[in-house]
């Protein structure tokens, strides 16, 4: 452990309370909208991650929310403690009369989160009061909510440009929280302006006043949100929040994908329950998924990316000692190691992705030295697979001699309508595939001649494969190979597939578009049933 966090914080299950905000703030990111389904979903994603906390939403600020608070007692959670979110009492008005309060109360969670002002220039240019009756409200809502049974913990929004602006008052505005009941204080760098030397020194001078669980709550507006947060940590904070995949207005919160495993791993300081640091990968995904985006292949830990090595000294490196070019063992959150490849790849990169699938192919095998120049003669024809694994694990198992076809299309056609009777659906796709003896014919319509055919192609083959029906496309991508050709140029599909939890990408290459992508879907399904059908071997011994 290189850093003692000081002083020790009652929580559990581990020595930093994690709060997830997703379903509130995270919610705030452009392009978001979780249904009450969507919002139930994740919520039990983050309790099966082991969260401490699940900052849901705001009760009084919409019926979404307030349906969802009114499900909440229904959900069986083993980990979290869903927690309602508002802010303190109106300018206008008494404790008791405030709806939002009551409306905070009725959605009946133990805990709840209020956010009050601590930078001076907001009290008085925004909410248009003296800063003694903030400090009013901020007491008074404290008061009234402990009152009443909850447990409140208070977030102090734009604490650090507050208290470079008038250090006294940010500070006392959250020690008035603290003296109000407030049993977790949250020093917020709500407009993510911080920089790290400057919330270790804020940090380090209000923890000593405020005897309460020190939070932080961090935005990335200048990248700094997990720096932030972790000197936070070390300075003294030992409730951190934050969502799960960086989701949140403007450049988003601090992704707690990043900070989980730098605490455990780098510091020794647990915040999940012990082994469900192994399933960040997964529920991040599937989180993603839920929440209709595409999960950066860069981001730390759970990225496609974060342990991709390309040929060269790096992978060969890799191969010898994993720690000359990776800072921890994939594995330890649920990711996995990829070695990209490409006709720069050496022998023994190749070697070693055929040996998860056959573990007696050596480099210098006849196979492998015979798949590494057939990958040169494909690359030369504009194939590539640096970014499609799917498609050159299926290669090899090809290459091996492994029947890999579960079907065969007999024939497609694809037609495009303009003007479309229908603006969205503007294209049309017939199929007509057999699986054994047995053929299948379907029509679908699409967005797009691609969309078109995947939906015909998956709806035909759906009778013989449900599993099918968890797979969408989740992203596209053309290349055009040789520009000279003009119109008759060779084109290269790029085709991500995901089923929800894992991500695969396979490649086409055509001077016909619509067969280029036909190659690519073909592929994205053959892998899918194969590496199935092998999982479902392995789950027998």
Avoid at 308 to 331: R, T, V, Y
Avoid at 379 to 394: I, M, P, R, T
Avoid at 418 to 442: D, R
């Amino acid at each position: 452990m290189l850093y003692k966090v000081t002083p020790p914080c009652p929580s559990y299950p581990s020595s930093i309370d994690i709060l997830d905000t997703t379903l509130r703030d995270g919610a705030q990111s452009p392009g978001i909208s979780f249904s009450v389904a969507d919002k139930i979903a994740i919520a039990c994603a983050l309790d099966e991650l082991g969260v401490r906390w699940i900052e849901a939403g705001n009760p009084g600020s919409n019926p979404k929310d307030r349906e969802f608070f009114r499900i909440a007692p229904t959900l069986r959670l083993d980990y979290a403690q869903i927690c309602a979110f508002g802010a303190t009492r109106k300018k206008d008005c008494t404790v008791q009369t405030d709806s939002q309060l009551q409306m905070l109360l009725k959605a009946e969670t133990e805990t709840v989160v209020i956010f009050g002002k601590a930078w001076n220039m907001q009290v008085q240019e925004v909410l248009n009061v003296d800063p003694a009756e903030n400090l009013a409200m901020i007491a008074e809502t404290i008061a009234f909510l402990t009152e009443h049974g909850r447990s409140v913990i208070f977030d102090a929004e734009h604490f650090f440009d507050g208290f470079l602006s008038d250090p006294d008052y940010a500070c006392a505005t959250v020690q008035t929280a603290y003296k109000a009941g407030a049993h977790c204080i949250v020093l917020c760098d709500t407009n993510g302006a911080a920089f790290p030397d400057k919330v270790f020194s804020a940090v380090s001078l209000v923890q000593p006043s405020v005897p309460a669980v020190l939070g932080i709550h961090t935005h990335d507006d200048s990248g700094m949100a997990a720096a932030n947060a972790f000197m936070a940590v070390k300075a003294g904070c030992c409730h951190v929040q934050g969502t799960l995949l960086g989701l949140g207005e403007r450049c988003g919160n601090m992704a707690l994908t990043t900070l989980l495993p730098t605490l455990e791993l780098k510091l020794g300081l647990h915040s999940l329950p012990p082994g469900k640091l192994a399933n960040l990968t997964a529920i991040a995904r599937r989180v993603a998924e839920i929440s209709n985006v595409i999960l950066p292949a860069t981001m730390p830990y759970v990225g496609t990316d974060a342990f991709s090595h390309k040929a060269g000294m790096h992978a060969d490196a890799i191969l010898k000692a994993h720690h000359s070019f990776e800072h921890i063992e994939p594995a330890q959150v649920g990711n996995d190691r990829h070695f990209l490849i490409s006709e720069v790849s050496g022998r023994s990169v190749i070697a070693e992705r055929i040996r998860k699938i056959n573990p007696e192919i050596t480099k210098e095998h006849p196979l492998t030295k015979a798949l590494a120049g057939k990958l040169k003669s494909l690359e030369a024809d504009g194939w590539q697979f640096e970014g499609a694994d799917a498609s050159f694990d299926l290669l090899i198992r090809r290459e091996l001699g492994w029947d890999c076809s579960f079907f065969t299309i007999l024939a497609y056609r694809v037609a495009n309508e303009h003007p479309a009777g229908n603006a969205i659906l503007c294209s049309h796709a017939w199929v007509k595939i057999m699986v054994g003896s047995t053929y299948e014919i379907a029509a679908a319509e699409g967005n797009g001649p691609v969309h078109a055919l995947d939906s015909a192609l998956r709806r035909a083959l759906t009778r013989f494969y449900p599993q099918l029906e968890r797979v969408r496309l989740s992203d596209f991508k053309v290349r055009v190979i040789n520009g000279k050709e003009a119109t008759a140029a060779t084109v290269r599909v790029l085709i991500e597939s995901t089923d929800g939890t894992r991500v695969w990408t396979t490649v086409g290459v055509s001077e016909d578009l619509v067969d280029a992508s036909r190659a690519a879907l073909v592929d994205s399904i053959e892998y899918l049933l194969i590496s199935a059908g092998e999982h479902a071997i392995a789950d027998l011994f």
